[in-house]
């Protein structure tokens, strides 16, 4: 999975498995993989889970599931890669955070060791600052310099500041050591979305190292959805951005793949990569006291998430689909005509007879008890026709 350099922005997750769980990593690794993860990255913290990742991927790899594995390791990461060999050559990626490797010029040993051993293997290496882990040495030096100013700034503009020195600073370092850039990915993540946002921006305007975005800790429910997909899409918006992740908190039992497909659906709606069809359709008001759009409108949401694993094998193509379900005359026809294949029900006081548009064409008109049924009829047709060849 080529990350950078003019490809697509790469959608990636995390597992909250105890790696060293074997069979529990195994499942949720193919779950975040087969909705749509295209990297996943999994928690390194002592030699148990060390020791299991060769067995996972092997699982993995045994249930046809190939998606790379990207290794988290803070604290001790040099020294599990360097005590097992197998870990450090069945990981994709590489992850480091430069901010708890260790002080002073037990950091700069520990940092040197664990890229040289990316080196020796070629393997990419995200560095990743994190507020809530900054280097404190960087930090320190930061506020000294801040408090000595006429006018000092404020603590959040410093570590913005120290965030981007300590990416800027260990990535450079990296490259010293022997990494290419093209096998460096710099993250710098906090918590607050302006924060993250001029962060991304200073990092995009210093470097060309790829970037992976994301919030620390997006939150729960509704809140984590907003903040993740407000502070990804101003900086995807704006060409900034070459992987991300949506770090949702799951309910208990929790859907842990929820994160990805918001991933999928921000890129979807900027414009920047196609996942699924899309459906239209209209919020409804006083003009459509019927509740049979609405119905409608999820049964063809339902089919499609039913049929959208068999599409993306039979009908290359078919995410670009544009399906539009309308429930009355004012936007109806015009929406309808906008998309691939549309129907506009009737409203209020119309005719109870339902136009259906094919790539801006009226073809015909549907009515009855069976409009439901008809109108996915005539969606699995046109999937056929326009995109079977």
Request: proline letters at 4%.
């Amino acid at each position: 999975m080529l990350i950078g350099g003019g490809n697509g922005v790469v959608v990636q997750s995390m597992t909250d498995t105890d790696t060293a769980n074997i069979a529990a990593t195994v499942t949720q690794v193919k779950l975040l993989a087969d909705a749509g993860s295209e990297i996943v990255r999994i928690t390194v913290n002592n030699s148990a889970a060390a020791e299991a990742v060769p067995e996972v991927s092997k699982r993995l790899a045994d249930l046809g599931c190939n998606v790379p594995l990207v290794g988290d390791f803070h604290f001790i990461g040099h020294r599990l890669l360097n005590d097992n060999p197998e870990l450090a050559t069945t990981l994709a990626k590489y992850r480091i955070n430069p901010g708890n490797v260790g002080r002073g010029v037990r950091h700069d040993e520990n940092f040197t060791k664990f890229i040289e051993i990316a080196r020796e293997l070629g393997k990419p290496v995200r560095i990743g600052v994190n507020a809530g882990s900054l280097d404190p040495d960087v930090m320190a030096a930061k506020m000294d310099a801040n408090s000595r100013l006429i006018e000092p700034l404020s603590s959040e503009k410093v570590e913005n500041q120290a965030l981007v020195e300590s990416a800027l600073s260990s990535a450079e370092a990296a490259l010293d050591i022997g990494l290419t850039q093209g096998q460096i990915i710099i993250s710098c993540k906090v918590s607050r979305l302006p924060q993250m946002v001029s962060v991304y921006r200073e990092l995009s305007e210093k470097s060309d190292f790829a970037l992976h975005l994301g919030l620390t800790e997006a939150g729960m429910g509704q809140k984590g959805v907003v903040a993740t997909t407000s502070a990804l899409s101003v900086l995807l918006e704006q060409g900034i951005g070459d992987t991300i992740r949506a770090s949702l908190t799951p309910e208990v039992g929790g859907d842990r793949t929820k994160e990805v497909r918001l991933c999928q659906d921000i890129l979807q709606a900027v414009g920047l990569r196609r996942f699924r069809p899309a459906v239209t359709a209209c919020p409804g008001c006083g003009r459509t006291t019927s509740t049979l759009f609405r119905e409608l409108a999820q049964d063809i949401q339902s089919h499609i998430d039913e049929r959208l694993a068999d599409w993306r094998t039979r009908y290359v193509g078919s995410e670009s689909l544009q399906v539009a379900v309308m429930g009355c005359v004012v936007n109806g026809p015009g929406e309808s005509r906008a998309a691939n294949i549309g129907i506009s029900l009737p409203g209020a006081g119309e005719e109870p007879r339902a136009p259906v548009f094919v790539d801006g064409e009226r073809v015909k008109f549907l009515s009855g008890p069976n409009i439901a049924t008809d109108f996915i009829d005539m969606v699995e047709n046109y999937v056929n026709s326009t995109y079977g060849g």
